[in-house]
């Protein structure tokens, strides 16, 4: 009896295990990347919305509205409160909490902040960077404000 078997032999199979681990591997490190991506990104957005919000109650109410940043053991805070309240413990809508543990704050412009007469601003500049990149939200002294990525091509949106 001479029949011919069908299938895979030992090393077929190890090998075609082997490419699948390795797709998988770099499927989960971009997985990662892009997460870190998108952190930073949520944060800048939240970054410009609190400035945002700042920028037209001080248009509003012809009040001045300037940034802080304090630090604490369970991360940074932004705040427009006037010296009222110097941590986020109870986070409102003058404030941000950091939002995730790997993103920091490393340079702020003293003195940032909104002023209502005739809407204007002291021009400066917060510096958010994690892992994925480094981003920064800036204020022009009329007010404007965009977000910059500083990496590689400088990108303003």
Not at 40 to 53: G, K
């Amino acid at each position: 009896m001479n029949r011919k078997q069908g299938g895979f032999s030992l090393i077929e199979v190890l090998l075609v295990m082997v490419i699948v681990v390795a797709l998988s591997a770099s499927g989960l490190y971009g997985w990662q990347q892009w997460q870190q991506q998108q952190r930073l990104w949520i944060t800048v957005q939240q970054v410009q919305s609190l400035l945002e919000r700042l920028r037209s109650d001080a248009n509003w109410h012809n009040q001045d509205r300037l940034l802080s940043l304090s630090t604490t053991a369970t991360g940074w805070c932004l705040s427009g409160l006037s010296g009222l309240q110097t941590g986020c413990e109870n986070p409102g809508q003058w404030q941000l909490a950091q939002p995730f543990a790997d993103i920091d704050i490393v340079e702020m412009t003293a003195g940032l902040g909104f002023y209502g007469l005739r809407n204007t601003a002291w021009p400066g500049h917060l510096t958010l960077r994690s892992p994925a990149g480094e981003w920064q939200v800036i204020v022009s002294a009329w007010g404007r404000i965009r977000a910059c990525k500083t990496e590689g091509a400088t990108r303003c949106l």
